[in-house]
């Protein structure tokens, strides 16, 4: 009888086991969920996992990086939304109010006011910019730029916070984030060091980034310029947050620019409109200036369906094809309009 009792009491505990595995697996959030809902249901279910919110997909890739399966991630933006305007919407209050940790850009990216109210309102919220030196912040018009992710050293930097705060939120795992976290780097080096190469392979007078907006102001920092010659290397029509509204007067810089430094090819983004771009090609062609627009667009906030890491070596595939060969149509026929 005794006997029976155990064999039972080792049934009902495998089946228990089986159920609980089966169970554990499939809440698992997957990377880049198709649907939002489901994604969300999925990861206000996961279990035995850190529930993480990160506030745009380029967060949400280094972090999911750092955390591997102890952590379930989800954005709170989706891959092709304009991260300076973001206003709260249906599902977000959830994401965030489930979360154990959030992490945020930080220098003012997130400035609508329902996102500081949100961000105000959860107890752990970690700004991933923070250890940037404050001398590496580059200021425009007196305020912070937001666009860290463009200089991939700089980005590096972010692994330290989001290591420390998965530790903190989860000791028992500190060992493997402190590893996977020095992998990260590792791997941002390499990339760091193949978009330099990259960008030096263009003669030095061609190394000029004309944009949508001021998303790239610390890739020509890093990558373009020499010590500092920066602000000549790049210029965008609109300033840190794009907005529906061009004025003229900065058409016209950018016109004044493209002529005066011979460029002739400039860049459209992802998730903004061609058409003011457009206006600079037509009137850099009615002064003579023979300028075109690049047939593939840079990731300038956004970055679609891939990785971090796929986003900056598009961005730098298509500035090193566009600028290198922009004498020899032929040498770039896919990629030139
Ligand atoms: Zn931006």
Not at 99 to 122: K, P
Not at 132 to 145: C, K, L, M, R, T
Not at 248 to 269: G, L, P
Request: net charge neutral.
């Amino acid at each position: 009888m005794a006997t029976l009792r155990k064999l039972l009491v080792v049934c009902f505990g495998l089946i228990f086991a089986s159920c609980f595995t089966f169970f554990f697996t499939s809440c698992a959030v997957k990377k880049g969920g198709e649907n939002g809902e489901d994604e969300l249901s999925r990861w206000m279910k996961s279990f035995g996992q850190v529930k993480v919110c990160a506030t745009t997909p380029l967060i949400a890739d280094t972090v999911r990086q750092i955390g591997g399966d102890h952590i379930s991630v989800i954005s709170l933006m989706g891959p092709d939304i304009d991260p300076h305007s973001y206003e709260i919407v249906k599902g977000d209050h959830d994401k965030i109010s489930h979360a154990d940790l959030v992490f945020a850009n930080g220098l003012s990216l997130e400035h609508s006011r329902s996102m500081q109210r949100v961000l105000g309102e959860h107890k752990n919220v970690v700004f991933v910019s923070e250890r940037i030196p404050n001398n590496e912040i580059i200021i425009v018009d007196g305020s912070p730029d937001p666009h860290i992710w463009m200089d991939v050293e700089l980005w590096s930097l972010t692994t330290f916070p989001i290591q420390a705060a998965l530790s903190k939120i989860d000791p028992k795992n500190a060992e493997l984030y402190r590893e996977r976290a020095e992998a990260v780097r590792v791997k941002y080096k390499l990339i760091n060091e193949e978009i330099k190469a990259r960008m030096q392979s263009i003669p030095a007078a061609r190394r000029r980034l004309v944009t949508s907006h001021d998303a790239f102001n610390y890739f020509a920092k890093q990558y373009l310029a020499k010590e500092g010659e920066w602000k000549s290397r790049v210029i965008a029509i609109q300033g840190l947050a794009p907005e529906e509204q061009i004025s003229s007067s900065e058409i016209k810089r950018v016109v004044d620019y493209v002529i005066n430094y011979n460029v002739k090819v400039i860049f459209a983004e992802k998730n903004l409109s061609r058409d003011s771009l457009l206006k600079v090609v037509d009137a850099c062609r009615r002064s003579g200036q023979y300028v075109a627009l690049a047939k593939e667009e840079l990731f300038g906030d956004t970055m679609g369906k891939g990785s971090y890491i796929e986003m900056m070596e598009h961005n730098a595939k298509v500035i090193e094809l566009n600028l290198k060969y922009e004498d020899d149509p032929k040498a770039r026929p896919q990629i030139y309009s």
